[in-house]
T-cell receptor
Framework: NAGVTQTPKFRVLKTGQSMTLLCAQD?????MYWYRQDPGMGLRLIHY???????AKGEVPDGYNVSRLKKQNFLLGLESAAPSQTSVYFC???????????FGEGSRLTVL | AQSVTQPDIHITVSEGASLELRCNYS??????LFWYVQSPGQGLQLLLK??????LVQGIKGFEAEFKRSQSSFNLRKPSVHWSDAAEYFC??????????FGTGTKLQVIP
């Protein structure tokens, strides 16, 4: 079972470049989330979605955009990357809100 | 707003010794509480969860946690630690139906 798959796993960007992280889940989950993980700060919620066609802001949404055009996919976009966005990004999904989260393996992004 | 505090950044225990990781939460009503484990380079995996009912919950890998409303705590315990338990542990709280908030994590080192 694939579960939650994130691509790419590693990426290096220059300041000002744009990119998109793709998250795909095969569990038919309604809820999907994007978190970033930084040393000593745990996981912080960037954006989330409670169903196809919906998105909402989390704790740290600035500089990011998301889309959920299909139920199984949740895209995270950086329009103009900044060094402060260097982080490990995790996608997660759940069957219900506030339920068990299933995580991908993470995407490590470095912005120079 | 909901929040989680994990006061111990790093804990070292000897193999075979008991373990307790501390977690305090802030939320106005009865929350949903979780413990997740993260091995290096991996996503997070659910160890156990508390939604309601019995305040002592059992999880995978021999872990348990106790919900204490009076202390706003949800401490994780294991009677005898194995070397394979070395990882980072995250406590999380969900007060609403859509968002899970994580603590900053406790890194566990196991020495022989």
């Amino acid at each position: 079972n694939a579960g939650v798959t994130q691509t790419p796993k590693f990426r290096v960007l220059k300041t000002g470049q744009s990119m998109t992280l793709l998250c795909a889940q095969d569990m038919n989950h309604e809820y999907m989330y994007w978190y970033r993980q930084d040393p000593g700060m745990g996981l912080r919620l960037i954006h989330y979605s409670v169903g196809e066609g919906t998105t909402a802001k989390g704790e740290v949404p600035d500089g990011y955009n998301v889309s959920r055009l299909k139920k199984q996919n949740f895209l995270l976009g950086l329009e103009s990357a900044a060094p402060s966005q260097t982080s490990v990004y995790f996608c997660a999904s759940s069957r219900q809100g506030a339920g068990e989260l299933f995580f991908g393996e993470g995407s490590r992004l470095t912005v120079l | 707003a909901q929040s989680v505090t994990q006061p111990d950044i790093h804990i070292t225990v000897s193999e075979g010794a008991s373990l307790e990781l501390r977690c305090n939460y802030s939320y106005g009503a009865t929350p949903y509480l979780f413990w997740y484990v993260q091995s290096p380079g991996q996503g997070l995996q659910l160890l156990l969860k508390y939604f309601s009912g019995d305040t002592l919950v059992q999880g995978i890998k021999g872990f348990e946690a106790e919900f204490k409303r009076s202390q706003s705590s949800f401490n994780l315990r294991k009677p005898s630690v194995h070397w394979s338990d070395a990882a980072e542990y995250f406590c999380a709280v969900a007060g609403g139906y859509q968002k899970v908030t994580f603590g900053t994590g406790t890194k566990l080192q196991v020495i022989p």
